[in-house]
DNA sequence: AATCAAACTTTACATATGTAAAAAAAAACG
DNA sequence: CGTTTTTTTTTACATATGTAAAGTTTGATT
């Protein structure tokens, strides 16, 4: 736990009366590896904080299941979609490990944002954040061949590389995992 | 001025207290169609909002141009990389119109984020919304084809298609120009 | 240890989209 | 308005990456 309030402050720092305020009006749940957190039918009511565990956020698109993002300790877990506009998500959250999770109502943490500054600076901060990844994720899916995003992947990711089955890698990075054996192959 | 305020408050509610404290730490500027807003190299220690005008944020990647957004009344402009980590850009930002800006040093516009609970949950939101829409470009980039990609592009967007040049929208769309030109000339 | 299932790799072939270069059309400019 | 520049389209050809299907390896389970 004090890990996870370490990875929290590192976003923005918050002080403990913060942190107890977001506490008390949270719940701490464990879930299995394999278990879907949210699905794009439901889960929208929630928003989770990774306290323990290793997450990836998918779509289903033409039948196939890509991978959007993996997430880890500290991490905020919500369907965006729902979030942002109270209708049905897109995405699903499925744990690739056995987690522990805070859970706290979507409306709650909103109201929380809404009412203190502390709060509401880290949830923006963490929007940042969000925001930088995505571009970096972005602009190295569509501007680098696929055998640069793979090895892009193995320097920045060595961890999710043993963690995470290749064929979660392969749709992360936007390749068949045909091609991505092409590559750790070095045949290209 | 009155319908950027107006743009402002959609994204989140703000008094005319808030919207005084902003205009107060910033400035109205003019700028040319074709002038470099922000640039890889400079432009950091501003944040601007379009008061009037179009803009497009693009990156040059192996010598070529491409755009990453379009963006314009109400919206923020701000080097990313250089906004969360205090380091150099890589993004650019030119004005595809002449157009007003309304200019404010980014370290003040930090402090009212951090200061005033109103406009910090005005930047969540505002940052929200870019992941909104970032999550979108992203799916669609990645899990259309080039053509499904511009069929939507001029169904959402039929204004920039005739505002802004076919190279920035194939590159926006990320197509080669050539492809873009099959498409429209419906070949595929 | 034998069996079954899941994960990963290999092969063979198909194709969407890219690059380069030239032609055509449209816009800008004196 | 005729000329130059910019923008867009067309043509011809190249290639990275995908799909489908068959192997192979690894890991689980009894």
Redesign the pocket.
């Known amino acids: 736990m004090n890990e996870f309030i370490e990875a929290l402050r590192i976003i923005y720092p918050l002080s403990d009366t913060s942190i107890d305020i977001l506490l008390s009006h949270a719940e701490v749940i464990s879930m299995k590896k394999g278990e879907l957190v949210i699905t794009e039918h439901q889960g929208g009511n929630y928003a989770y904080f990774i306290i323990k565990g290793l997450a990836r956020g998918y779509v289903i698109q033409?039948g196939?299941d890509s991978t959007l993002w993996f997430a880890s300790i500290g991490m905020t877990l919500l369907s965006m979609n729902a979030y942002l506009f109270t209708r049905e998500g897109y995405e699903n959250i499925e744990l690739l490990e056995d987690a522990e999770l805070l859970r706290i109502p979507v409306a709650m943490l909103n109201h929380l944002f809404e009412t203190n500054l502390e709060l509401c600076n880290w949830g923006r901060r963490m929007a940042d954040h969000i925001i930088h990844r995505m571009e970096l994720h972005f602009m190295r899916r569509n501007f680098m061949?696929?055998?640069q995003r793979y090895h892009f992947f193995v320097t920045d990711e060595p961890e999710l590389l043993q963690k995470v089955?290749?064929?979660?890698i392969a749709s992360y990075l936007?390749?068949?995992?045909?091609?991505?054996?092409?590559?750790?192959?070095g045949?290209?």
Do not use: D, F, T, Y
């Open positions: 033409n196939k061949s696929a055998s089955p290749l064929r979660h936007g390749v068949s995992q045909v091609s991505l054996s092409r590559i750790r192959a045949i290209q």
